[in-house]
T-cell receptor, first 110, second 112 residues
């Protein structure tokens, strides 16, 4: 069965510091990986997906199949980045149901 | 289009009562998903529909849970004989085919 692990429940950094939110997964096939973000009092929304290879709001994530990781990175954190971040995967089938990690709360202090 | 909507936003019920939640997806989205999120956890998949067909149900979806999407538009999730362990945020998401899932605001259920 597929599984997503986010080892940190809370990550606190100062504004301008680099950020790395860790995500590891287990799945025997070829998954599609996502990062979702939930800002305070807002709904869950897609931040980025590995197949698009985009940089959204300065965030990037690279899929490392050897280490089965999909860490989220940003070189300079901003206060508005404070939110709950969830890593998720979906299987390489038509099913598309998402398997989420337990989330990491990012706090960016001024 | 204001996105996926869910009703009610909050529901408090007594143990043993039945509750029903509604989800209105983004128009023209043929896929609709239900997830459940408990405190400190990420959302967990419950079930999904493609048009009006329910294609998969998670093991989390006990016999007390039933979901419908009668005309391939809105969906309802009913929980019969609620238990305290059913207290959670129930999230709905919709997508056009295999594309991005858009989430609703959720319905927070509290079973007393």
């Amino acid at each position: 069965a597929q599984r997503v692990t986010q080892p940190e429940k809370l990550l606190s950094v100062f504004k301008g510091a680099p950020v790395e939110l860790k995500c590891n997964y287990s799945y025997s096939g070829s998954p599609e990986l996502f990062w979702y973000v939930q800002y305070s009092r807002q709904r869950l929304q897609l931040l980025l997906r590995h197949i698009s290879r985009e940089s959204i709001k300065g965030f990037t994530a690279d899929l490392n199949k050897g280490e089965t990781s999909f860490h989220l990175k940003k070189p300079f954190a901003q206060e508005e980045d404070s939110a709950m971040y969830y890593c998720a995967l979906t299987m390489d089938t038509g099913r598309r149901a998402l398997t989420f990690g337990s989330g990491t709360r990012l706090q960016v202090q001024p | 289009d204001t996105g996926v909507s869910q009703d009610p936003r909050h529901k408090i019920t007594k143990r043993g009562q039945n509750v029903t939640f509604r989800c209105d997806p983004i128009s023209e989205h043929n896929r609709l998903y239900w997830y459940r999120q408990t405190l400190g956890q990420g959302p967990e998949f419950l079930t999904y529909f493609q048009n009006e067909a329910q294609l998969e149900k998670s093991r989390l979806l006990s016999d007390r849970f039933s979901a419908e999407r009668p005309k391939g538009s809105f969906s309802t999730l009913e929980i019969q004989r609620t238990e305290q362990g059913d207290s959670a945020m129930y999230l709905c998401a919709s997508s056009r085919g295999l594309r991005e899932q858009y989430f609703g605001p959720g319905t927070r259920l509290t079973v007393t």
